[in-house]
Each structure stands twice: as structure tokens, then as C-alpha cells.
């Protein structure tokens, strides 16, 4: 049984960081892509960032880019969102998910390539 279980969510001030985790268990040595997802409410879940099994090719949207790093550790089953210079426009929950399949930098960005996700981490930044 395959789990993902996110932790680091909190609120906080904008400028503000943040580090994000998800972690894997069961069948992760499977895991090639991994990545970070973001729902505000009354918005759809939009694509943050995704890193690949060796961790050298990693993608990040725009709203990202230059303030957050993604990474993963996989001697710990574990993947990480590093969060610097919080935005209000930030604030929604964090999800991580992750699939056996290689994807391009095209595919990461949506949700049907993804075969499991875990239940979220809440990230508040006040102005």
C-alpha cells in the first residue's frame, strides 16, 4: 500500500519560508516523478513544482520559479518544498503526488499523470 503523507504546513507572515515534506512509504523505489500540487479554495489544483527520480531534472511554474526549490531525498523516501519570500497568494493546501511513469516537463504539470497523492498540507500567509 502505497502512502504520502505531507507535514511543514503552518501560517505565516509574507516574505516568510516555508519547508514542505512528503513523505512515501510502500512501493516508492518505483517512483520516478514526484511533485508538488497547490488547491486554493474555490480554485482548481493547480501544478507548483516536480523533481525526477535523480533528482537532476526538476520543473517549476512560473509562480514559483526563483523562490522555491524542490527536492527529494531517496534514502529517506522523502521529498521536500522549499519555500522562501511567502506570498498571501500563496496561501492553499499543499499536495504532494507522485508516479512510476517518466514524464516530461509538459506532463508534470497535470494531475491525471499522477498515480497517488497524499491528503494535503495546510499553508497560510498573512499579509
Known amino acids: 500500500q502505497v502512502q504520502l503523507v505531507e507535514s511543514g504546513g503552518g501560517l505565516v507572515q509574507a516574505g516568510d519560508s516555508l519547508r514542505l515534506s512528503c513523505a512515501a512509504s510502500?512501493?516508492?523505489?518505483?517512483?520516478?516523478?514526484m511533485g508538488w500540487f497547490r488547491q486554493a479554495p474555490g480554485k482548481e489544483r493547480e501544478f507548483v513544482a516536480a523533481?525526477?527520480?535523480?533528482?537532476?531534472?526538476?520543473d517549476y511554474a512560473d509562480s514559483a520559479k526563483g523562490r522555491f526549490t524542490i527536492s527529494r531525498d531517496n534514502a529517506k523516501n522523502t521529498m521536500y518544498l522549499q519555500m522562501n519570500s511567502l506570498r498571501p497568494e500563496d496561501t492553499a493546501s499543499y499536495y504532494c503526488?507522485?508516479?512510476?511513469?517518466?514524464?516530461?516537463?509538459?506532463?508534470?504539470?497535470?494531475?491525471?499523470?499522477?498515480?497517488?497523492w497524499g491528503q494535503g498540507t495546510q499553508v497560510t500567509v498573512s499579509s
Open positions: 510502500g512501493r516508492t523505489f518505483s517512483f520516478h516523478t
Open positions: 503526488a507522485a508516479t512510476t511513469r517518466v514524464l516530461s516537463s509538459l506532463q508534470v504539470m497535470y494531475v491525471t499523470y499522477y498515480d497517488y
Open positions: 523533481v525526477r527520480w535523480n533528482g537532476g531534472m526538476r
